[in-house]
């Protein structure tokens, strides 16, 4: 039996994974979740095979600091991430943070099933049209590379640590205990750094981590 979890903060979109996946024989729902806290400690508590995330829900990188905080327990599930928004960053970070797949919110049941069934094989999954557009991204990422660079070169050292732990998926108190800062003075590197690299969100920012080469 795959044991699988997923979480997502509208109500509906709950309902749709929970009517496609409980009608298989061989899948179990032991969990769901409204956010990124809640999908972490569902994970802990019910130790799933597979777990299914929103990318985004009560923020925008809710997702993504669920999915590294996920990977970080002892024998994580493998993690598809679900979203309707086919924006290629987004697909990078996931992957880059260590997701086995990315699927849209509009994949048939079908094809859901058969997700989750390679994921718990340990597989990885990739809805086709977000794979041509890894393709091209890549060769995006190659020729922003450069840029990149030159735009983090423009912080401080300081400034650069804390892209580099927003990189990492970290929150803003996770990063003032490593860097032994309050939490209100890297909210306001935070939204320095933001400003100074014309980044709209956390997620922009931790993309241009990795293309400037903070984060192999």
């Known amino acids: 039996m795959i044991k699988v979890m997923f979480a997502d903060d509208e109500d509906l979109v709950r309902s749709g994974l929970r009517a496609m996946l409980s009608g298989a024989p061989d899948i179990e729902i032991v969990g769901e979740a409204s956010d990124g806290r809640s999908a972490v400690e569902t994970a802990r508590r019910y130790h799933p095979d ?14 993504i600091r669920a999915l590294r905080a996920i990977q970080a327990l002892p024998d994580p599930p493998y993690v598809a991430m679900l979203t309707t928004f086919d924006i290629d960053e987004y697909v990078s970070l996931a992957l880059r943070l260590g997701a086995n797949g990315f699927l849209l919110k509009d994949i048939d049941p079908a094809a859901l099933l058969r997700a989750v ?44 640590e804390v892209v580099g732990l927003i990189g990492q998926g970290m929150s803003n108190a996770e990063i003032g205990s490593k860097l032994h800062l309050s939490e209100a003075t890297v909210k306001g590197y935070v939204s320095a750094v933001l400003s100074k690299i014309g980044a709209a969100n956390r997620v922009q920012a931790a993309l241009l981590a990795y293309r400037g080469g903070l984060i192999d």
């Open 117 to 160: 069934r390679d994921l718990s094989r340990g597989g990885a999954v990739l809805d086709p049209g977000v794979a041509a557009r890894m393709v091209h991204a890549h060769r995006d990422e190659q020729r922003a590379a450069q840029p990149a660079r030159k735009l983090l070169s423009s912080l401080s050292d300081r400034e650069r």
């Open 50 to 63: 597979v777990a299914l995330l929103d990318i985004k829900m009560r923020a925008a990188d809710d997702g």
